[in-house]
């Protein structure tokens, strides 16, 4: 069945430094959604991304789909306190089933 | 627009004691999921409905767990009789159709099986 990987696990950043998380699915997906968990609360819907090689821009963040529509990247420029939390991508089977990953765990250090 | 309700927030029980959640969807969303998420992994799919029918529930361990969706709006997830190993969070999530739409995550109930 379809998996869908992500790495790093957690990712450590200093308050100003820039990240990237990746995710990985073992099919082609018909579409991918990335989510933020903060701690002790629920996943928040961030962006859809749809076609082959989109890339989408919210503020710092910078999302990015692959051209086989495998795999997602999420980028985070100048990293701030508020970026705490684990973002999930999950991707989209023709039939709308979401796969999420296991997550990327983010702690900021100021 | 009111969100995803969800409840209890919070419940422990006993293992081979039985536990009920209820989650009443965005109102006018059809589609209308049940995650499992267990601490520091994402959340695992367990039942799909759209409207009172069900999609996909092919990852509900069906010889204890059991979901409803009446009338195509609240539903109810049972457990009977839980595991230790069903300690979770269990999410309540809605879209307005399946696929391509994004999903609203009620808040969540956090059972602990003893």
Known sequence: ?110 | EAGVAQSPRYKIIEKRQSVAFWCNPISGHATLYWYQQILGQGPKLLIQFQNNGVVDDSQLPKDRFSAERLKGVDSTLKIQPAKLEDSAVYLCASSLWAGRYEQYFGPGTRLTVT
Request: proline letters at 4%; glycine letters at 10%; a positive charge.
């Open chain 1, 1 to 110: 069945g379809q998996q869908v990987m992500q790495i790093p696990q957690y990712q450590h950043v200093q308050e100003g430094e820039d990240f990237t998380t990746y995710c990985n699915s073992s099919t082609t997906l018909s579409n991918i959604q990335w989510y933020k968990q903060r701690p002790g609360g629920h996943p928040v819907f961030l962006i859809q991304l749809v076609k082959s090689g989109e890339v989408k821009k919210q503020k710092r963040l910078t999302f990015q789909f692959g051209e086989a529509k495998k795999n997602s990247s999420l980028h985070i420029t100048a990293t701030q306190t508020t970026d705490v939390g684990t973002y999930f991508c999950a991707g989209a089977d023709s039939w709308g089933k979401l796969q999420f990953g296991a997550g990327t765990q983010v702690v900021v250090t100021p």
